[in-house]
């Protein structure tokens, strides 16, 4: 078997055993590492334009927050596997595996996304204006939907009016 078989049989294998273990999250979960990775290495890359020093401890700094990315789909899929026992509990056929850590792996492609081509916007990289148009209008609704879930939650404590608090 030549070296370039092994290296397909690997992968396949890898891949086959992460589609069986993780289901539909295969895809978004491979696909948030390789944004990840390429995220990574552009953030070293923009360092230089940007003036910044790169160092050993910000770049573990990098590599944990990147790990936990993936610890974001996986509380996302231990809230849907609760979710999924206590519909289970109550009667309720729930067929719907994996819809928080989807979003969640959603979300967090989108922020790779961005986060890449800001770096190559630092490195003075050339792409086209619909893409950077695209990229400034998916970062305002995500920066918009997030303001406005804490703002509603901030008014909601003022009030006295906490989600899951009942008015007696």
Same mark, same amino acid.
């Given at each position: 078997? !030549? ?10 294998v ?14 978004? $979960?491979i696909?948030?590492? $390789? ?5 990574y290495? &552009?953030?070293?890359a923009?360092?230089?334009?940007r ?9 573990f ?20 596997? &609760? ?8 009667? $309720?056929?729930?067929?719907?595996n994996? $819809?928080?850590?989807s ?5 967090l ?8 081509l ?19 209008n ?6 918009? !939907?997030?303001?406005?879930k804490?703002?509603?939650?901030? !008014?909601d ?12």
């Amino acid at each position: 078997m !030549e070296y370039l078989d092994k290296i397909k049989l690997v992968v396949a294998v890898a891949f086959t055993a992460l589609s069986g273990w993780l289901g539909m999250l295969a895809v978004p $979960v491979i696909l948030l590492f $390789v944004l990840a990775t390429f995220d990574y290495i &552009t953030g070293l890359a923009a360092a230089k334009y940007r003036g910044n020093k790169i160092s050993s401890y910000k770049g573990f700094q990098g590599i944990m927050k990147k790990v936990c990315l993936f610890y974001l789909i996986a509380v996302g899929a231990i809230l849907d596997y &609760t979710l999924l026992y206590a519909s289970q509990y109550i009667g $309720v056929d729930a067929k719907v595996n994996f $819809v928080i850590a989807s979003f969640v792996s959603v979300w967090l492609i989108c922020n790779e996304i961005i986060s890449i081509l800001e770096n190559m916007k630092d490195m003075n990289v050339n792409f086209p204006p619909f893409l950077e148009k695209l990229t400034q209008n998916i970062r305002t609704q995500m920066e918009n !939907e997030s303001e406005g879930k804490i703002q509603s939650d901030t !008014e909601d404590k003022k009030s006295g009016n906490e989600t899951g608090s009942s008015n007696s």
